[in-house]
């Protein structure tokens, strides 16, 4: 059967086109090698120049079937060439329960912080069966109300950056309930760029692929409109990302681009996650921390609600 499997695959990469076309929400471009552009870093007119990375990390510490507490880092890390300069960082935990309302199941979260919260736990307030949120004909899960928190975080922090440039993990794309809201006040500054790509052609191809294929062995930009591109930061890269925001940033983000365990990545990117993120050890450590109170036994009794898929886990 794996055989069959590789013969199948092998006949999906044979079927690029230079006739394809680049779908991006209800609109397609036409695939056209003249739109190349190289990016020069001789280019750089200030070698100064700032550029913040902002990521953010989570980890689900508590969960029921009718709440979750999940712990929230965001991280912005400010770089002048290669080398560090200041950063800003917050933190704050997140509880996330269902509520009752006349027009059904809503879910309500409650920011637990010692900072200023970065927004208003009521931009959190989402009707259970928002289009943007649930899947299928099932309500919205718990943990998707988590993600909306993180990435307002990112956002909100972004508006506390005092640099060049700022370069968001991920896209520009309105994802969330309320999520415009913080999109629309952000400076001209702000870009995005995006590890992976959903994004198809006509033909139910990569783009990222259709581009690496067709573009030229240098950094290039490829633009789709004036907000949307493709961006090749490497002339050994092997990966293609979805870039998004002012491309005058491109010829500093080949400074970051250079590092030989991910090339053609900003190192800004991969440094800030490794700050943001929550590891499995410090999950375990908050667990446990809220588990040894004496004052949370009840707690328990509603996680065995869903503790049923954990055991069988630990059976195998």
Not at 84 to 95: A, C, V
Not at 279 to 286: G, P
């Amino acid at each position: 059967m794996l055989s069959d499997v590789s013969i199948h695959l092998r006949s999906l990469f044979n079927t690029f086109s230079s006739d394809d076309k680049i779908l991006l929400g209800n609109g397609s471009f036409q695939f056209d090698s003249q739109k190349f552009q190289l990016i020069n870093s001789g280019s750089l007119h200030d070698s100064s120049k700032t550029i913040a990375f902002i990521d953010g990390g989570q980890a689900e510490i508590l969960r029921a079937g009718n709440f979750i507490v999940s712990f929230i880092r965001v991280h912005a890390q400010i770089f002048a060439g290669l080398q560090k300069k200041d950063s800003l960082r917050q933190e704050f935990f997140l509880l996330t329960h269902v509520v009752c309302q006349d027009n059904g199941l809503c879910y309500k979260s409650s920011i637990i912080t010692d900072e200023e919260k970065l927004f208003s736990e009521d931009l959190l307030f989402v009707s259970a069966q928002h289009s943007l949120l649930k899947k299928g004909n099932e309500r919205a899960d718990l943990s998707s109300v988590v993600s909306m928190a993180r990435r307002f975080a990112e956002l909100s922090l972004a508006r506390k950056v005092v640099a060049d440039y700022i370069v968001l993990d991920g896209t520009m794309d309105v994802t969330y309930p309320g999520e415009e809201q913080f999109l629309s006040v952000l400076g001209k500054n702000i870009c995005a760029l995006a590890k992976s790509s959903s994004l198809l052609t006509m033909n139910g191809n990569s783009p990222a692929m259709l581009l690496h294929r067709s573009g030229p062995s240098e950094p290039w930009v490829y633009p789709l409109n004036e907000l949307t591109s493709f961006v090749k930061l490497h002339s050994s890269a092997r990966h293609i990302f979805r870039f998004e925001g002012n491309r005058e940033v491109l010829p500093y983000l080949l400074l970051h681009s250079t590092d030989a365990l991910f090339l053609g990545y900003p190192y800004g990117l991969v440094f800030t996650d490794r700050l943001a993120r929550v590891s499995n050890q410090e999950q375990k450590s908050l667990f446990l921390r809220l588990m040894l109170d004496e004052k949370n036994k009840e707690i328990k009794e509603y996680l065995t609600t869903l503790d049923a898929h954990s055991i069988l886990d630990n059976l195998s």
